[in-house]
């Protein structure tokens, strides 16, 4: 049977991996993505499909098992309230409206820890075709951990912050991790 790969035929989303890397186990952060050659600025990292989840599986299921350390907040657009509604958005009359959904990244887009001051990848997110770009964000040299910035909610220990005396409003602060 003939398939027909027209672009009108399907939603094509192509794909890049930079060559230049490996993973590297055992680090103070688990695995990591480490540059095994010198990666230009800008240059494509990888472009990685998500899995967006549902708000309910997400809370039941995810939430509870070891894949919730590898979720990203994920907007998803959701209809506008009708125009009679008398109550007006927060954010304006004309900004979309979100629901925050999490989304488990595929590809080596789950593999990259989180730097504070050291973030030399930035991301970029494709709601409608549930893609995430990762682009270095200066020259990467070789040897060096390929970090991205989780937020300032985390979830555990950032073993890259300055040791200073944790009081607990620090620690309520790790409860929570996101991307933006
Ligand atoms: C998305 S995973 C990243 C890959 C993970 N290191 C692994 O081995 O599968 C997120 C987890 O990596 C670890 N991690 C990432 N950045 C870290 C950091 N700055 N300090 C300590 N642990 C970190 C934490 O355990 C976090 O829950």
Not at 14 to 43: E, M, Q, W
Not at 88 to 93: D, E, L, R, T
Not at 143 to 172: M, R
């Amino acid at each position: 049977m003939d398939i027909n790969f027209s672009p009108e035929a399907f939603t094509i989303t192509h794909l890049h991996r930079c060559p230049n890397l490996v993973i590297k186990s055992d680090t103070p952060k688990g695995r990591g993505v480490f540059a095994s050659a010198p990666i230009p600025a800008k240059t494509i990292i990888d472009v990685c499909p998500v899995l967006v989840l549902g708000l309910e599986e997400n809370k039941e299921h995810i939430e509870k098992s070891s894949l919730y350390h590898y979720t990203y907040n994920w907007p998803i657009p959701i209809s506008s309230p009708s125009p009679s509604s008398s109550s007006p958005s927060p954010s304006g009359p004309h900004s979309p409206k979100t629901e925050t959904h999490q989304a488990l990244i595929l590809g080596l887009g789950s593999m990259f820890n989180h730097s504070t001051h050291s973030q030399n990848v930035v991301w970029e997110r494709d709601i409608v075709r549930q893609i995430v770009t990762y682009r270095a964000l200066r020259d990467i040299a070789e040897g060096e951990e390929l970090c991205i910035s989780y937020g300032s909610h985390l979830t555990f220990k950032d073993v890259d912050a300055p040791s200073v005396n944790v009081v607990d409003e620090d620690i309520n602060q790790l409860n929570q991790i996101q991307l933006d």
